[in-house]
């Protein structure tokens, strides 16, 4: 009994240190599944983000479709460094009194508040419209008609600060379609 007594009385403090190992041991994976959310959390977002500005850039596009190809045209006044400096801007420009029955269709930039965006983020929308003959080599879909003048809408959708672009979005319109 007292040989029992003395090999517990050596064994003292055994059990604390186990108990704080394996408490750190728990707090690492803790901290390793509370980064896993995080990291989840921030892909949502920015997938979020996205869809929202793709979805803007095709309903500006929308608004192309549904004018007559003489219709379409911009009024370009007041555009800022970043409009003119996007690779869009490049080209025979496609200016004029825009006479679009929706007024939207005629403004090359909007600011869409945090309020009345689907997603309570703010977006910019820039839109570009050139004119252009396509050569016969013109790459990839979707293919304008060879040799014969079109009109290409280029939707740009950026999150404003800090400038940076979500989505971007090409059609093209040829005097056939209206």
């Known amino acids: 009994m007292t040989r029992l007594i003395q ?3 050596t ?5 604390l240190v186990e108990l704080m ?5 728990l707090n690492v994976g803790i ?10 959390s921030l892909a949502l977002l920015r997938a979020s983000e996205t869809s929202t ?5 095709d309903k500006q ?3 192309y479709r549904a004018m007559t190809y003489s219709a379409i045209s911009l009024n370009t006044t007041g555009v800022d460094g970043t409009y003119t400096g996007d690779v869009a801007y490049a080209g025979t420009r496609v200016t004029g009194a825009c006479t679009a029955p929706v007024a939207v269709a005629c403004i090359p930039t909007q600011n869409i508040t945090a309020a009345a965006s689907p997603d309570g983020r703010p977006y910019r929308i820039d839109t570009f419209i050139i004119r252009y003959t396509p050569a016969a080599t013109n790459p990839g879909p979707p293919a304008p008609p060879v040799g ?11 999150r404003p600060t800090p400038l940076k672009v979500l989505a971007r979005v090409n059609a093209n319109f040829d005097s056939s379609t209206g």
């Open 7 to 9: 090999r517990l009385r």
């Open 11 to 15: 064994q003292e403090g055994f059990g």
């Open 21 to 25: 190992i394996s408490l750190v041991v």
């Open 31 to 40: 901290l390793a599944i509370v980064a896993a959310f995080n990291g989840g």
């Open 53 to 57: 500005a793709a979805m803007l850039a």
């Open 61 to 63: 596009a929308e608004l």
């Open 148 to 158: 014969r003048e079109v009109k290409r809408v280029t939707v740009v959708v950026r």
